[in-house]
């Protein structure tokens, strides 16, 4: 019971640190990737990952990033992503192809934050964006690399924060 006692507050110091470490941070979410077949670390081109927010604030303009976590093995130094998203209305509000550089392209060393073999980047994909009405959002993701099966791909994502403002 004591053991209890002093884990449970620092848990809850914890997690109330971790909710509060961004007051602008409107959504995020990440999507573990896998095969067909059930292979770790594959992002198959028919394996679109779509997530959804809400945005209350129209008067405000939010910064949409993409979160990508790869493998050390990724065989390509860039991802290409094509990225649509969808209005609450049901409406495409922008279409968009976006390269994204996971390795540097002459020395081959890893971008991004890592640990061991996993890097992860979060890579401003749609800034100062504004979205017109309030409601529900789509945003799907669509790996564009011409592979049936991009392997070293771990994980993508979606976070929105509203934009500060001195950017």
């Known amino acids: 019971m004591r053991f209890l006692s002093r884990i449970l507050p620092a848990w809850g110091i914890g997690l109330l640190l971790l909710t509060a470490c961004d007051p602008n ?16 670390y594959v992002w198959a081109v028919q394996d679109k ?18 979160n990508i976590r790869n ?13 649509t998203l969808w209005g609450p209305d049901g409406k495409v509000i922008s279409r968009r192809l976006h390269q994204m550089l996971l390795l540097d392209p002459k020395t081959g060393e890893p971008r991004g934050n890592g640990t061991g073999d996993i890097y992860d980047h979060q890579i401003l994909a749609l800034p100062n964006q504004q979205f017109r009405q309030v409601g529900r959002y789509r945003i799907m ?16 994502g979606v976070r929105v924060a509203k934009r500060a403002a001195e950017q």
């Open 141 to 156: 993701l669509e790996q564009y690399m011409r592979q049936d099966q991009l392997r070293g791909i771990m994980a993508v």
């Open 25 to 40: 941070q409107v959504f995020e979410k990440n999507i573990d990737l896998k095969s067909p077949a059930g292979d770790p």
């Open 71 to 83: 493998a050390a093995d990724y065989e390509y130094y860039n991802l290409y992503v094509k990225q």
């Open 49 to 66: 990952p779509t997530f959804e927010f809400d945005i209350a604030d129209t008067t405000q303009r939010y910064q949409v990033y993409f």
